[in-house]
């Protein structure tokens, strides 16, 4: 009896929110379009390596993404982060990722943020402890980084 009061607020809840993954799945359809035709613009004039890392650049955004949307984690900034030391002081005492606590000049993404802002999630991963920041530190890596409000 259990098994068929679950199921059923299974299904309700299935159907009652079919039309809001399909409409979510349509708005991730008409953006991976429409960057791809902003793309297709901009690789008449790029080499085929640089047409590779825009590609590829797409996708990581898109699948950040469909990973913030489920853990309902709202990510302002997209950064193509390069291998090595990102020259930044994070905090891990805060709920959500890593607090940025401090920047340093060396820091190649410095201008874009801020202390206080929080990165939530590198590469596929959400960002939990300051060892997820080592996850692949030898290649270039996508952030999701939160913006302080």
């Known amino acids: 009896a259990d098994r068929a009061k679950a199921n059923e607020r299974w299904l309700k809840w299935y159907y009652a929110n079919k039309a809001r993954r399909n409409e979510i799945q349509r708005k991730d359809r008409e953006e991976y379009n429409a960057m791809r035709d902003d793309e297709m ?36 900034l997209v950064l193509n982060v390069s291998p ?50 080592q996850i692949n530190a030898n290649r270039d890596r996508i952030f999701g980084i939160m913006k302080r409000v």
Do not use: W, Y
């Open 41 to 76: 613009q901009s690789l008449l004039l790029n080499p085929d390596h640089q047409k590779q890392q825009l590609r590829n650049k797409r996708k990581a955004i898109l699948q950040l993404k469909r990973i913030c949307r489920p853990k309902m984690l709202e990510v302002d």
């Open 84 to 133: 090595g030391r990102l020259g930044l002081t994070v905090n891990s005492g805060v709920d959500i990722g890593l607090e940025i606590i401090g920047i340093q000049p060396a820091c190649t993404f410095a201008h874009l943020v801020d202390i206080g802002d929080r990165i939530v999630i590198v590469g596929d991963k959400v960002v939990r402890a300051i060892e997820d920041l």
